[in-house]
């Protein structure tokens, strides 16, 4: 369910990172796809998510917990910590993205990695979407229904979310911002108009989703 391309580079990230086998654990798992992708480069994997409904991986132990909680206890003690965290997609349907971030730091061992990803709300794309919907990129009317999509998380937020919890952005990407043959004429409009718009405009303006790296301090 992720957009495309993006399980694609979240795994060129992680072999760059660990090109040997490390202990990984995949948070809001959803199907498994991406658990699957890990454990075939041969990386100890745990999949964890917040509903078991979807799951279709039965070879792979899927462990429940609730992502707007302090989750970190449940799963880990200090002798079993991860190499990294994989956060694909969910920072933005959670209440509290500050204890989201903690709680990944307190998964990881020093030095350990977080790879997270999330809708670019401040996309070009994104703004002229909100100047005439009144709504983000990715949080239209029935995007935000629960547990879908309910915390924009802005560029400021995020540095501050990961700061607070020990984090260290070491490196920050975007997707590309691009329309399928089905899009339709206001899509394809709001992307020219970006296009056109993006060089005068400030901020974090990249594409449609955002993709960062992150080491524990």
Known sequence: MARTGLHDRVIELVKEHFPEKARIADLAAGQGAF???LRD????????DGFSDGWKVPDIELKIQNFDS????????DHNKFDAVVAIEIIEHL?????????????LKPGGVLFLTSPNVESVYSR????????????????TVRPAHITPIFKWKLDMLLDEAG????REEFDEEIFGPDANFKVRLSLTLAKLIAPFVKGSKGGNGRIVVAKLK
Not at 41 to 47: E, F, M, S
Not at 167 to 170: A, Q
């Open 70 to 77: 302090e989750f970190a206890g449940e799963i880990v003690a």
């Open 41 to 48: 480069l041969g990386h100890d994997i745990t999949a964890i």
């Open 167 to 170: 984090l260290e952005t070491v």
């Open 128 to 143: 002229i979407i909100f100047f005439y919907t009144g709504r983000l990129n990715s949080f239209g009317a029935y995007e």
């Open 95 to 107: 209440e509290n993205p500050f204890r989201f971030a903690r709680e990944c730091a307190k998964l």
């Open 35 to 37: 658990s699957v992708r």
